[in-house]
């Protein structure tokens, strides 16, 4: 990856486009900002990997991710909790919740910084009738 200085912060330029990363919101992503995206998008890429090949079928997926830091340690991320919502017919809680561990052993992302940051995930399981 190459970055170039722009006004503010630094931009480069991804498959899907530009990305503007800055420390000041009026410039573009927070670094935060994107460490938070990229636990949650890997979290929940395979996530949905392990319930595809478990052949769990969902409606719908909601992950809201809350984040703590420190100002006395330059604002650091102390702890991640990621809350996935997850709907859909005939769901069993334990199955979910065990796909979820799967996933976390399997996230690159969540590997990468689980030693300096306490990750934690909640399951909420919505079934609907249809």
Do not use: W
Not at 94 to 112: F, G, H, P, W, Y
């Amino acid at each position: 990856m190459e970055f170039y200085l722009k006004q503010g912060g630094v931009r480069t330029n991804l498959a899907y486009g530009e990305l503007d990363i800055a420390g000041n919101e009026d410039n573009g992503y927070r670094p935060f900002e994107l460490m938070v995206a990229s636990v949650t998008g890997c979290s929940a890429s395979v996530f949905c990997k392990v319930l595809k090949k478990k052949r769990i079928d969902i409606d719908d997926l909601k992950i809201t991710a809350d984040v703590e830091r420190s100002p006395q340690h330059a604002n650091k991320i102390t702890a991640i909790e990621l809350q996935f919502v997850v709907k859909g017919s005939q769901l069993k809680k334990d199955q979910l919740e065990k796909a979820l561990e799967v996933a976390r052993k399997n996230c690159s992302m969540i590997r990468t910084i689980e030693e300096s940051v306490n990750i934690t995930e909640k399951l909420e399981v919505i079934n609907l009738s249809h």
